[in-house]
């Protein structure tokens, strides 16, 4: 079983006989024109008469199948939380529930028109259509990621300073004995800094580069500096 095995034999079947499940869609580093790897999770679009009903309860996920937990967290959708499921076999989906017939109206948040314009090469596969709702939809066209830095003068002081005032306080740390504050300075706000110095440099030398993921293409990123 994998994540493709999931979606067509049991999320697409499911999304099609519930009646009040009107769409599905997937966006996405699963729909990118850069292939994902075996590692990455799916994410999926409903559209649904009641986002309530899949916001407030998982007894839906039932429907589907096996599943180890789930969890909610914000995401591009004003509002509306993203279901992170993991199903049997490590299986992992981040479902967001919206109201049918007001995608068109959120296209207007520049997050989610980003998103579903196919914005860091990503894409939009329509699945389950009964209403003609995704069909009908206008995408904008965003292949790219930002165009440039878009760093300031504040920004690069902000970070050069923070860089150095942790390595005053992890030494601190250190010298009083408190390995685990230490390691957290280090690990914790100075890669974060550095993440975002790599990612301007990256901006700035290559604009429009991949920099999502929490770092997780970092290694192409340095690999192609």
Known sequence: MNHETLLTERIIPW?????????????????????ADEWADMDLMLLVRDPTVFNDSDDWISEIGPSWLSLKHPGPFEGLPVRQVLFEHALDFDIVAISAGTLAMRLEVPAVAFLLGG????????????????????????????????ISADDFDFVVNDILFQVVWASKHLRRGELWAAKDDVDGYMKADLARVIEWHTLTMRPGTDTRSGGGSFGMIIAGA
């Open 15 to 35: 999304a099609t006989e519930r009646d009040d499940v009107r769409g599905l869609a997937e966006v996405g580093s699963r729909t990118s024109t850069v292939p």
């Open 119 to 150: 914005g860091f090469q990503g894409g939009f596969r329509p699945l389950v259509d009964k209403d003609g709702e995704i069909e009908s939809l206008e995408l904008p066209h965003h292949q790219a990621g930002p165009e440039s830095s878009g």
